[in-house]
């Protein structure tokens, strides 16, 4: 069992840089490392988008399609805490940002393949 929680949405204008936080309690018997995290995103009234995933050893993955090379994934297992760190934010980011939690060994691009989910933290960019 885990539970995520994200911190860091807010209110920014485009250009500007956020930096999430999504901090995991993990249930006895089982370690943070035992997870891959990735950060979802959904706007209103659009499907939930991945944007990028991290594996236990810090190897990250992103799609193709996604807005990961603006965005920067890392984390810290001591912590029980995967960042996401945002730059050069345009209003077409707009959307809640989730964390989630897999237990395959690679980070997996379909919502579906992961067990927990955080309640999200919204991102709004706007001038």
Request: proline letters at 6%; glycine letters at 10%; one cysteine or more.
């Amino acid at each position: 069992q885990v539970q995520l929680v994200e911190s860091g949405g807010g209110l920014v204008q485009p250009g500007d840089s956020l930096s999430l936080a999504c901090v995991a309690s993990v249930a006895a018997g089982r370690t943070f490392g035992d997870y891959s995290i990735s950060w979802f995103r959904q706007a209103p009234g659009k499907e939930r988008e991945f944007v990028v995933g991290i594996d236990f050893s810090g190897g990250y993955l992103h799609d193709s399609n996604s807005p990961a090379a603006r965005f920067t994934i890392s984390r810290d297992n001591a912590k029980n805490t995967v960042f996401l760190q945002l730059n050069s934010l345009k209003p077409e980011d707009t959307a809640r940002y989730y964390c989630a939690a897999s237990g395959l060994l690679l980070p997996p691009l379909r919502p579906n393949d992961y067990q927990y989910w955080g309640q999200g933290t919204q991102v709004t960019v706007s001038s």
